[in-house]
């Protein structure tokens, strides 16, 4: 059940969600990345989350309503004060490097969120300075395998695709050699790793993840090697300061997909009390 239902919710987004519609009328993602517009419910522009929130990690993994806002994809989530991403607000970000550019800064506050840095120049991934104490609350808290997978598909969808691949590859250099992340397994292969769109990146990722697996056992690789020579990441864009279907329900996760998008609309007082029931 779990596998058939990460395949659908996987296939559906990398489909392009078919038969959805673009509604012309809705622009809220797409004011709030702007800064004309505040999250809700916690009433803060995308600026001050930049600015204010970095490194605050008891606020990032207690408050839920921002996440949606953050990341935006094309699938309701249950605060419904944050609105699906429409294809045209997609395309704007898309073709707007500034606005790309402030995508990339949540990208890489989350990242930090979660014990890893990103490399500017190449657009890889590694471990933080502080890691461990990150490593462990990644590891205890399953409402945040949802959270990655939603930033995962935002990513994809406004041009930032190039950015999956050397994250998906750190996290399986984390599950399969230094196993810090072995919490996070079930996930990657069922949910994060189908997020990928591009047949090559796929090609990429399965022929690195067979050799991480094979030097693993101390044995010789079984299948052929692929002639293709692996290209360096280059990112879309510098980040330099500015010039549904069925989701990861599992018996673990189940409580903690309503922890990250039913109580997105609780005050934060509610939401601990709640959020320590789900983790």
């Keep these: 059940m779990y596998r058939r239902g990460a395949a659908l919710d996987t296939q559906a987004y990398r489909n392009g969600y078919p038969g959805k519609k673009d509604d012309m009328t809705k622009n809220k993602n797409l004011d709030f990345y702007r800064g004309d517009i505040v999250c809700v419910p916690d009433r803060v522009t995308i600026e001050e989350i930049h600015e ?3 490194g605050q990690y008891r606020k990032l993994e207690w408050n839920h309503g921002y996440i949606q806002w953050l990341f935006p994809i094309r699938e309701q989530g249950l605060n419904f004060r944050a609105d699906e991403l429409q294809l045209h607000e997609a395309r704007s970000i898309a073709e707007d490097p500034k606005l790309q550019r402030k995508i990339l800064k949540s990208y890489e506050m989350m990242l930090d969120f979660y014990g890893m840095q990103l490399d500017r120049k190449t657009g890889e991934v590694c471990k933080s300075d502080g890691y461990a ?3 462990y609350n990644l ?16 990513l994809g969808e406004v041009g930032l695709e190039s950015y999956k691949l050397p994250w998906l590859k750190h996290f399986y250099r984390e599950v399969l050699v230094t196993k810090d992340l072995k919490a996070v397994e079930s996930s990657l292969r069922g949910y994060w790793a189908g997020t990928l769109r591009n047949p090559s990146d796929v090609d990429e990722l399965d022929a690195y993840v067979a050799e991480l697996t ?10 052929k090697k692929s002639s293709r020579v692996a290209r360096p990441v280059k990112p879309s864009l510098s980040l330099e300061p500015e010039d549904t279907l069925d989701t990861e329900v599992t ?12 109580l997105d609309t609780l005050d934060t007082e509610v939401t601990e009390k709640i959020s320590s029931l789900a983790d």
Excluded: M, Q
């Design 133 to 135: 104490e990150r490593y």
């Design 139 to 154: 590891s205890t808290s399953g409402h945040n395998f949802l959270r990655i997978t939603r930033i995962l598909k935002c």
């Design 251 to 262: 018996e673990d996760t189940l409580v903690t997909e309503v922890a990250e998008d039913t």
């Design 214 to 223: 094979t030097a693993r056992k101390g044995k010789k690789p079984c299948t």
């Design 52 to 54: 204010d929130w970095w």
